[in-house]
């Protein structure tokens, strides 16, 4: 059968600069929690490899540039480092993380790739950290700057901007379960991290359109579905409703409809956790939502009644409400632990077309991150990842299934172009389309999956 997408579909893919861009003498960019927290403990990281050791996108952004566009890229997502561009988060900008930046921006338009630029990637300033982070009010404000800074450098070219990849992955790594810096497990915290980045993002995008600056906003979510053990029982459906409104709509209700469930708002207000919201913040994220969805899509979330005891060792945590349900027979990718299940790209898609307004979206992110990929190397040095197109062709099957039945959905990125540091799994699994050599200077070589997206980019779809 032919699956052939909409006119203009964005063909490319994503990343984000913490992942990529590396740090080298003079550059001038400021710590981050990644870069403090391997100072602390290099030993949490795989093979200590740290963000200093990235894929040295800073100083290889051109030839970056020529291997996209050898693999049919219409268009590619990054995110500028805050504390690239403000090292301490506030005050001066970095002149030298200016003219990088306006080099890749250029030279991504020059060989005819669209530049989407994401605000923040997992990666607070340092600085702004030591008074709390996400957690501190001030934080938004010094966030909202940041971002008018950038629209004022970069909006004139960039046209499509995002203020949060992923913004509940910072409260649940960060507040709740200890896989990003300052690993606390405080709920009321989470609770002030999550409000606090809703209410950035609706600043950002107020400023963003009050600046008239002829291009889009939105937000990329990772939407993980929640599907109960068994669809009958209403504990398990009711725990999965739970698991949804906290890691789900959490943010996507709030970004599109411009409130928060009431779901949620009922629990935190049980628990007397509700943050301080100040006169005027609830206006001005009603007023203030996305023009466009991205959505991440890597795993569903199985779902049960609660079973086990709840953990009394600390406060109230998401998971007293339910338990996860480690369902049988279930297709894994062995080297990250996640289930694969072609289907819930459909459903989240199906899920914002039915209940938010069919909103403009795409995939943002969507990928297979595999240990070991040398195996694969052919006798010309190729990476031959037949798993990785059998993976996306799967889902972009279901991705069209939905545009047919109406979606709004406008391009598919893939996770990720070079392959990138995976935080705390720095380079253990590889997602991209083009391997790097990390030992070799990060020399770059196009895999079989680069060169297959490169056929689909052309024909705008494939046959299978
Ligand atoms: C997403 C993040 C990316 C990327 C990807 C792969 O959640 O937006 O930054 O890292 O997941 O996951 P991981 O790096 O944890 O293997």
């Known amino acids: 059968m032919k699956y052939t997408f909409p006119k203009d579909f964005w063909w490319g893919s994503s990343a984000s600069g913490p992942q990529t861009e590396g740090r080298f003498t003079g550059d001038g960019k400021g710590e981050n929690i990644w870069d403090y927290w391997y100072e602390l403990e290099p030993e949490k990281f795989f093979d200590q490899v740290g963000p200093d050791k990235t894929s040295r996108v800073y100083e290889k952004y051109q030839e970056d540039v020529q291997l996209m566009k050898q693999i049919g890229h219409n268009s590619f997502r990054t995110s500028i480092q805050w504390s690239r561009l403000i090292p301490n988060g506030t005050g001066t900008v970095n002149q030298a993380a200016v003219d990088f930046y306006n080099h890749y921006i250029d030279e991504l338009l020059a060989n005819g790739i669209e530049p989407f630029f994401n605000l923040y990637h997992f990666d607070m300033p340092l600085a702004l950290q030591e008074k709390g982070g996400w957690t501190n009010r001030e934080t938004v404000d010094a966030y909202v700057t940041y971002a008018k800074t950038c629209f004022e450098l970069f909006g004139d070219r960039v046209k499509k901007w995002f203020t949060h990849n992923e913004p509940i992955v910072p409260v649940e790594g960060g507040y709740l379960y200890q896989f990003h810096y300052p690993n606390h497990v405080i709920m009321e915290e989470a609770v002030a991290v999550g409000y606090h980045e809703n209410l950035a993002s609706a600043k950002a995008i107020q400023s963003y359109h009050e600046m008239d600056l002829d291009g889009e906003i939105g937000i990329i979510l990772n939407l993980t579905p929640s599907y109960p053990r068994d669809e009958n029982n209403p504990e398990d459906v009711k725990a999965a409703q739970m698991a949804d409104t906290f890691f789900n709509r959490s943010f996507l209700d709030p970004a599109v409809k411009g409130e928060f469930p009431e779901e ?91 209940n938010y307004g069919n909103i403009r979206c795409f995939i943002s992110e969507n990928g297979m991150g595999v240990e070991g990929e040398e195996r694969y190397i052919n006798e010309d040095g190729q990476i031959d990842d037949d798993y990785r197109i059998e993976f996306v062709t799967d889902h972009l099957k279901y991705v069209h299934q939905a545009i047919q039945e109406g979606t709004n959905c406008l391009g598919y990125h893939m996770w990720t172009c070079m392959d990138n540091w995976s935080w705390t799994n720095a380079y253990k699994n590889r997602y991209g389309f083009i391997s790097v050599d990390i030992k070799n200077e990060g020399k770059r070589t196009i895999k079989k999956s680069g060169h297959w997206f490169k056929t689909v980019a052309e024909n705008n779809g494939f046959i299978d």
């Open 264 to 354: 949620l708002m009922t629990v935190i207000k049980e628990l007397d956790i509700v943050p301080e919201i100040q006169e005027g913040d609830l206006a001005i994220i009603k007023n203030n939502t996305v023009d466009l969805l991205g959505i991440n899509y890597y795993q569903p979330r199985r779902i049960k009644a609660k079973e086990t005891p709840i953990d009394p060792s600390h406060g109230p945590m998401p998971d007293d409400y339910f338990d996860y349900y480690d369902m049988p027979d279930k297709k894994i990718n062995p080297y990250r632990g996640w289930e694969i299940y072609e289907k819930g790209i459909y459903d989240i898609l199906t899920n914002v077309r039915e």
